[in-house]
Nanobody, 116 residues
Framework: VRLVESGGGFVQSGGSLRLSCAAS??????????LGWYRQAPGKERELVAT???????NYADSVKGRFTISRDNAKSTVYLQMNSLKPEDTAVYYC?????????WGQGAQVTVSS
């Protein structure tokens, strides 16, 4: 599986961005994979942002609830992260993750920078 992320960038506080993560060369139907977005700020551990299961059940970190929305388009083998009301503390490299059982793969990361 190959993952390509896009949509990162620079935005002012209160702004919005949408990240995309497109999968290719997948062995099974994209619909059965669990998907997630994680982020890592400088000097900090990588942390969970949001996940979406094969049944489209979602889970969010408390810090992003009500502001971020994770979604998936199985026909396009793509997972999205809509980020609204961005804050400077959301600045980080964002990584998508695709997993199935013990198999998992990470995207290359997308930088998101939010200015105050």
């Amino acid at each position: 599986v190959r993952l390509v992320e896009s949509g990162g960038g620079f935005v002012q506080s209160g702004g919005s961005l949408r990240l995309s993560c497109a999968a290719s060369k997948i062995n099974f139907s994209f619909s059965i994979y669990s998907l997630g977005w994680y982020r890592q700020a400088p000097g900090k551990e990588r942390e969970l942002v949001a996940t979406i299961s094969s049944t489209e059940s979602t889970n969010y970190a408390d810090s992003v609830k009500g502001r971020f929305t994770i979604s998936r388009d199985n026909a396009k083998s793509t997972v999205y992260l809509q980020m609204n009301s961005l804050k400077p503390e959301d600045t980080a490299v964002y990584y998508c993750k695709v997993s199935l059982g013990s198999y998992l793969i990470w995207g290359q990361g997308a930088q998101v920078t939010v200015s105050s």
